[in-house]
């Protein structure tokens, strides 16, 4: 599966943002997609996973109640809907498909190019 992010941009504190993923292929139903960020300096982290179906989903602590994943199987997207914005959300965002849940397990082999968030203060 091949994807593509997008929806980044410059946003102030507080602010809201919505990132997309487009994934081609017949496959899309059936793979986990999670989103994951790097920041400047630092390691990528894991921010949010969701299943094949949308069922079930799962967000880091430092966003849970701020960012929700979802996915449109229809479409083709996975997205990750982000409020109340932290200069510490500054990062690049990428999407990742998966087989296997819950995230520990499962194994994101397909990435995304990445999109930057910047988080002004």
């Known amino acids: 599966v091949q994807l593509q992010a997008s929806g980044g941009g410059l946003v102030q504190a507080g602010g809201s943002l919505r990132l997309s993923c487009a994934a081609s292929?017949?496959?899309?139903?059936?793979?986990?997609m999670g989103w994951f960020r790097q920041a400047p300096g630092k390691e990528r982290e894991f921010v949010a996973a969701?299943?094949?179906?949308?069922?079930?989903?799962y967000h880091a602590d430092s966003v849970k109640g701020r960012f929700t994943i979802s996915r449109d199987n229809a479409k083709n997207t996975v997205y990750l809907q982000m409020n109340s914005l932290k200069p510490e959300d500054t990062a690049v965002y990428y999407c990742?498909?998966?087989?296997?849940?819950?995230?520990?397990?499962?194994?994101?082999?397909?990435w995304g190019q990445g999109t930057l968030v910047t988080v002004s203060s």
């Open positions: 292929g017949r496959t899309f139903s059936t793979y986990s």
């Open positions: 990742a498909a998966g087989r296997g849940w819950p995230p520990g397990q499962a194994d994101f082999g397909s």
């Open positions: 969701i299943n094949w179906s949308g069922g079930r989903t």
